[in-house]
């Protein structure tokens, strides 16, 4: 019982504890954030999905119906608010990427040791609340503001002229406020570009716009790809830039499914709205994957 | 208090905003809220209790005929839940609008005189945040900590609907007896006051800005009528939609009264301020405020008081001619109060015209105690308020007669409400 060698015994008794284990590591691992997802994602929607199916109020309670009524409420309904969110998000995506994408490319390739200071930059906003941010918008975007009123001054401007309550202010307002969210993955992947493959696409005759083009680009295709999504995805469901920028005529879905859950007590239509969202976001984001490549966004 | 009338100009503001303010907070709680919104939306219903979630619609509930009567022993201390800056200050508490303890001269008066402590803390900046913290206590039956609450009409009606106050003996309130002023007298939520006694009111009519009407050539609004005159993107309505519609109700010259309001009137009101909205109508809380200041506003639907109190005379408050809406918070016993007896003397000891006149003449708002314009006449002796500024602390008769209260609707009242008003705000 005591002496018997070690791998004698293991010789007889099939794969050892220790190989079982590290046959298990991988699902190990994954259990903290598998019963994550599952807490905090796959039964919250599950239980959406649910309500969206039911019918009820809020004070009698809801009973489950599978009744397909609040999916005809929000496909009818609220089309302008749909319209709204698709535009203003992929309007604020693509100034996020023309204004994010050479912010990154400046301090990737010239930030030298100002390239965490300029990160810092990048991110010091983030310090202060998203409300009090979108807020100091209002105040900067006012008709008497100090934008209007220099724009009024150069003359750029009509002096009845006014952007708050318009699409125009909602659009700049989710701009600003997810631009982090572009900068830095788009930063990630053009950092980790090795400046002598554009060395050598240069000295294989490579003009500056063809290295930019077919070097630049595509290396760094997975962070203009996390960028995108990054800010897509949360800017088409943002509420809070349009109702605080905004006016009626802007509202956005998000707006929407706020106020169903929380001022109508809604929650079917509010939870059938947000699976639609969400679908919708599933279906653009694979296109958008498959038009991309996806073997080429892992990195 | 005996100070100028501009000193306290300042609190009055401060109730309402602080409604308007957490509703802005609100938004970012409700940020990091949303995703889990939907999670807490069981099918079934999202209540533990099926009766918390239940809104009592009309009538509501016969009083107990056979009320023990509260036994006379003075307890303490007296836990009373307030809205901040809502009684009068004193000292560095009347500059920060914060009470700290000693600085009312009311509560100070009342420790004198009954011997008893008083806990006030200003713990309600919105109804429905307060009301999430103690009807959980009061749907187990539990005490909820408070023996005096200050709440708004509609949920005052809700938790006396449902049971959860605790019966005033009248016999200990011969001032709320004696001295609340008729118009608030007979609510339908409790008719006999048996439950409830108001604390302040406030009213809900127009306000515009004299300047920029002028240079637009604009004759000032007297009627709510006037108001569909202007350019919709120089005005706004209120975001509080039993406001707005409450208001609607009487341009369209329909009774704004809950029990006789349909869904078609409400109908009918959206369907006349819908043409506003592709015109440029916003609908706010307290920002009019700043939106007058910024001269984008040129007329809105206000609360009373609130322009009188942003210091800039071009801002008047008008008491249209249809009537303006009025609203009233009340002090409750809710059910499970320690100190019953003593919250029923507190009551008594602010209906006391003395008291009321007090706190009126630093609070700026509707006082509902008769005799109180007096004393804040004879407080203000030496610096009288301006007539406009006494108007809107002590209406007169023919604003009285106008005034509705469009608080308490039944449930389907309130769905249509809402359901009308997030078309119109885009919601």
């Known amino acids: ?299 | 208090m005996s100070t100028t009338d501009q000193e306290p100009v300042l609190p009055l503001i401060s109730r309402r905003r602080f409604l308007q303010g957490t509703a802005l907070a609100g938004v970012g709680a409700f940020l990091a809220a949303c995703s889990s919104g939907g999670a807490t939306a069981v099918p079934g219903g999202p209540s533990v209790n099926p009766s918390s979630a239940a809104i009592p619609t009309l009538p509501p509930p016969t009083p107990t005929e056979s009320v023990a009567p509260t036994p006379k022993v003075i307890t303490g201390p007296l836990h009373w839940a307030q809205w901040p800056a809502y009684i009068d200050l004193t000292g560095t508490a009347a500059t920060n609008l914060k009470y700290s303890p000693g600085s009312s001269p009311t509560l100070e008066q009342f420790k004198a005189k009954y011997k008893v402590d008083v806990d006030y803390e200003e713990k309600i900046e919105d109804n429905n945040t307060f009301y999430a913290t103690i009807q959980p206590e009061l749907v187990a039956g539990a005490p909820t900590g408070w023996d005096l609450i200050v709440i708004t009409d509609w949920l005052a009606a809700k938790v006396i609907t449902k049971g959860w106050a605790e019966q005033i003996d009248h016999t200990n309130v011969p001032n709320c007896v004696a001295n609340l002023r008729d118009p608030l007298k007979g609510q339908v939520w409790d008719p006999n006051n048996d439950y409830h006694y108001p604390w302040q009111s406030g009213m809900t009519g127009m306000g515009y800005d004299k300047t920029s009407l002028a240079s637009a050539k604009i004759a000032p609004p007297v009627s709510l009528a006037d108001l569909w005159k202007i350019d919709p993107k120089k005005m706004s309505f209120l975001s509080e939609s039993r406001d707005t519609f409450g208001l609607g109700l009487l341009k369209l010259g329909k009774s704004a009264d809950p029990q006789q309001t349909t869904a078609d009137d409400l109908q009918a009101v959206h369907d006349a301020i819908k043409p506003l909205v592709p015109g440029g109508l916003t609908f706010t809380g307290n920002e009019y405020l700043q939106n007058f200041a910024a001269k984008k506003t040129w007329a809105a639907m206000v609360w009373s008081g609130d322009l009188a109190s942003s210091g800039s005379a071009d801002q008047v408050f008008v008491f249209p001619t249809e009537g303006t809406m009025l609203w009233t918070d009340n002090m409750l016993i809710p059910k499970g109060a320690v100190n019953i007896y003593t919250a029923e003397l507190m009551m008594n000891f602010v209906y006391d015209p003395a008291i009321a006149g007090q706190i009126a003449n630093f609070v700026y708002y509707v006082s509902p105690v008769k005799g109180a314009d007096v004393v804040v006449k004879s407080l203000n002796a030496s610096a009288p308020l301006a007539p406009a500024l006494f108007d809107l602390l002590f209406p007169p008769a023919d604003v009285i007669a106008k005034q509705h209260n469009f608080q308490f609707l039944s449930d389907a009242l309130e769905t249509t409400l809402n359901n009308l008003y997030l078309d119109l705000a885009g919601g």
């Open chain 1, 1 to 299: 019982m005591t002496g018997p060698s070690p791998p004698l015994r293991r010789g007889r008794t099939g794969p050892s504890v220790r190989q079982r284990v590290g046959k298990a590591t991988p699902y190990l691992l994954l259990a903290p954030g598998i019963l994550w997802l599952m807490v905090f994602f796959i039964l919250p929607s599950v239980q959406m999905f649910l309500t969206s199916v039911s019918t009820g109020s809020l004070d009698n309670g809801f009973k489950l119906t599978w009744s397909g009524a609040a999916y005809v409420t929000s496909l009818t309904k609220f089309g302008p608010q749909f319209e709204n969110s698709l535009i203003y998000g992929g309007t604020a995506t693509l100034l996020t990427f023309v204004i994010g994408f050479p912010v990154a490319y400046t301090i990737a390739f010239r930030g030298g040791r100002w390239k965490n200071f300029l990160l810092f930059m990048v991110i010091a906003p983030f310090f202060t609340s998203f409300l009090i941010r979108t807020i100091s918008w209002k105040v900067l975007l006012l008709d008497d503001g100090p934008v209007l009123s220099f724009l009024r001054a150069l003359h750029v401007l009509p002096a009845d002229a006014s952007v708050i309550g318009t699409p125009i202010a909602v659009i700049a307002g989710i701009t600003y406020n997810f631009l982090p969210f572009m900068i830095l993955p788009l930063y990630v992947a053009l950092e980790k570009i090795d400046p002598s493959l554009i060395e050598a696409a240069n000295d294989l005759y490579a003009s500056r716009w063809g290295a930019f083009r077919r070097v630049t680009i595509p290396l760094a295709l997975p962070g203009i790809f996390a960028g995108t999504i990054l800010t897509f995805i949360p800017a088409l469901g943002d509420y809070v830039n349009a109702i605080l920028l905004g006016s009626p005529q802007t509202q956005m879905i998000g707006n929407v499914i706020q106020s169903r859950f929380l001022l109508l007590g809604d929650y079917p239509v509010a939870a059938a709205l947000s699976f639609i969202l969400m679908a919708a976001i599933l279906v653009a984001v694979s296109i958008y994957a498959r038009a991309l490549g996806t073997e080429q966004l892992t990195g």
